[in-house]
């Protein structure tokens, strides 16, 4: 796991500053790789790449990067793992190439000189970000990984190319120009992440799951072109055309292939553990590598004071059963305290999944032991986890008893209302219905109630059930939000919501979560449950296996009774929930009541000051839950202020080799 950044310019350069920036860009995400650190130029070609290494595989020199083609052709500056690099090893030695050392860059490095570099991409199982320089072509090509485990990020500034793991190394480039991307700053509230090809800035942009960036010169002017190697759309189509799978087959088809995906994934010349969360998916994959491996795995879990939150018991329980290694912390909201002025700088642009805490901390207790940590991520978008799948049809079985001209008049009855009219013409409902004398925020839960009933299908439904400011309070910009994702036809409506979850929450939310908080304190992450060929088996599961008497994962709850007594994990589903409404209440106050100061806000110029205010009072009575709504907002405005410090210490600079 490493960290890439580099620059294209279309005029060359030939100055110590333009090297000097380079090796700024890679200083930056230094924490990504803080083994080795390395810079390729060729200033005639305007092409810089360089690399940050946390050694994994291969821990000698001959794993240095940027790395050079053996036939001297194409360069490469890479992060992941190809997890099939032995078998394309063994392929590539049958055609007569060589190798000097054992990594797995230098394979993929030989099978992009033996059959270029789509299909060389197209036949590697893993989890990457690649920046690849062709000499021959003067072509620059940027690539992603299939459901976006690995980051890339990228701007044109001038005739100016940027790129890097991280949007911090590109701000160290004096060539960087970037303005707040108010739809992206939207975008943000109305998820809580930002979903690809967007940014928060206007100049940047993610390059999405599956893609390919290839950037050519024209004279003084860059051409890119998108394209993609692997798309969802037709690999879940390909999948669901084939017979669907008997619950028998399911079960044992989905066991082979998580063991095999355990087994690849357990290859690394340093320490190995995983994360443990005494749910279904990290207990899974711990007990794969229990059967795998001769010695005891290294688990990892985080609990919380508060009963309601900690799970930790419950993975001692599953770690004694299964006879790990195994280390928990308790978390206190002095450890969270301590954590939060981190965050910003960590998730490098705004992020707002509160469970990012949590998964900082544990990512920090592993790194203390190992590597590598293996999680159990993926298994509520390719199994039919969420509660949210049930919630969206129960609530559009509920809305379809009202005609469909009533509600949508009523909703829009309802939006026509400002703030203070709709509570004044509730108050004085109140007064002849006694009971809702009772109820507190009743113009906010008459809204929330709103959104549902304008919806056509239960597509609209499930949209609003994963949207937190439905109509975001951003100060100038129009609610015009990327289109929705493309399903497969032929999807059934709880395989719709599993595949917008897939293409959009997993990558956006769940692995950058994962990548930002492990890769900030250097350990590497890896995801079995997002093998191609788990993916695909999963796919060809009916949704009535994959939920049956109302819960989800059912195949994989079976496969785990086969290693733990079922009465170790039979419990209502959690996530990795955070007593995120009380600590806002309570230890958390002061810091989001600074951050939220009606003056501060205005000030700032981007949010709606009263319609925050509002929110915030709300919360703090008790009348409604907002924590996740006002999370969005503490995120921004705790990273705009820290955003343009240069706080962090730069490590030594990297070695360079030159072109030719």
């Known amino acids: 796991m490493c960290g890439i950044a580099g620059v294209l310019r279309a005029s060359g350069f030939r100055n110590e500053a333009e090297l000097a920036a380079l090796r700024q860009m890679a200083a930056r995400i230094a924490h990504r790789g803080p083994d080795d650190a390395g810079v390729w130029t060729d200033p005639d070609a305007g092409i810089g790449l360089a690399h940050r290494r946390l050694s994994i595989l291969d821990l000698s020199a001959l794993g240095h990067q940027p790395m050079v083609s053996a036939s001297g052709r194409y360069v490469i500056s890479y992060n992941g793992e190809i997890y099939n690099f032995g078998e394309l090893r063994a392929e590539l030695i049958a055609l007569g190439q060589s190798f000097k050392g054992h990594s797995d860059t230098e394979v993929m490095l030989g099978a992009i000189d033996a059959w270029g570099p789509e299909s060389a991409i197209r036949r590697a199982t893993g989890m990457f970000a690649i920046a690849l320089w062709d000499r021959k072509e003067r072509a620059l090509t940027l690539a992603r990984d299939r459901l976006g485990e690995k980051p890339v990020y990228y701007a044109v500034c001038g005739n100016v190319l940027l790129f890097g793991s991280e949007l911090k190394a590109l701000r160290a480039h004096p060539a960087w120009r970037g303005q707040i991307d108010r739809r992206g700053l939207a975008l943000l509230l109305k998820h809580n992440y930002i979903p690809a090809p967007h940014t928060i800035y206007d100049t940047a942009r993610k390059l999405a799951p599956g893609c390919m960036l290839k950037v050519t010169l024209s004279g003084e002017r860059l051409s890119l072109h998108e394209s993609f190697y692997w798309d969802a759309k037709s690999a879940v189509a390909e999948a669901v055309s084939h017979r669907l799978l008997t619950a028998e087959e399911a079960i044992d088809e989905t066991e082979r292939a998580i063991r095999l995906a355990v087994e690849k994934q357990l290859v690394a010349d340093v320490p190995v553990g995983a994360f443990l969360s005494g749910g279904i998916d990290s207990s899974l994959i711990v007990a794969n590598m229990q059967k795998c491996s001769a010695l005891p795995t290294r688990t990892f879990t985080i609990g919380f004071e508060e009963e309601q939150f900690n799970e930790a018991p419950f993975a001692r329980e599953i770690a004694t059963h299964l006879g790990t290694q195994h280390t928990e912390l308790i978390l206190t909201p002095r450890d969270i305290l301590q954590t939060v002025p981190r965050i910003t700088e960590i998730y490098d642009e705004p992020f707002a999944d509160s469970s ?294 730069f490590a030594d600079a990297p070695r360079v080799a030159s072109a030719g």
């Open 356 to 649: 990012q805490l949590p998964t900082f901390l544990v990512s920090q207790l592993a790194r203390q032991s190992v590597t590598v940590s293996l999680s159990g991520d993926g298994g509520d978008e390719l199994f039919a986890g969420y509660d949210r799948f049930s919630h969206a049809l129960a609530r559009w079985k509920s809305v379809q008893a009202m005609p469909r001209s009533v509600r949508a008049a009523a909703a829009g009855a309802i939006d026509s209302l400002s703030e203070e009219s709709l509570d004044a013409i509730l108050q004085g409902l109140a007064t002849v219905v006694p009971s809702w004398r009772k109820k507190r925020a009743l113009p906010s839960r008459l809204r929330t109630n709103a959104r549902f009933w304008r919806a056509r299908s239960v597509d609209d439904i499930f949209e609003e059930l994963i949207s937190y400011w439905s109509s975001p309070p951003v100060n100038g910009i129009a609610a015009d939000w990327p289109q929705r994702v493309v399903t497969p036809a032929g999807l059934d409506d709880m395989q719709r919501m599993m595949f917008t979850d897939m293409c959009r929450y997993l990558p956006d939310d769940i692995l950058v979560k994962v990548d930002r908080a492990a890769m900030a304190v250097s350990l590497e992450t890896r995801v079995p449950l997002l093998d191609p060929k788990v993916v695909e088996t999963a796919w060809r599961i009916p949704t009535a296996i994959h939920r049956r008497d109302g819960r989800g994962k059912w195949v994989l709850r079976q496969l785990l009774a086969r290693h733990v007594p079922e009465a170790l994990f039979d419990r209502p589903k959690r996530g990795f929930a955070v007593p995120i409404p009380q600590w806002l209440r309570t230890d958390l106050r002061d810091w989001a009541e600074d951050l939220l100061d009606t003056k501060a806000i205005a000030a700032g110029g981007y949010f709606d000051p009263s319609i925050i205010e509002k929110r915030w009072r709300e919360h703090l009575r008790g009348d409604m839950d907002w924590s996740f709504h006002l999370w969005g907002v503490l995120m921004f405005q705790a990273w705009q202020r820290t955003q343009e410090s240069d706080a962090s210490e």
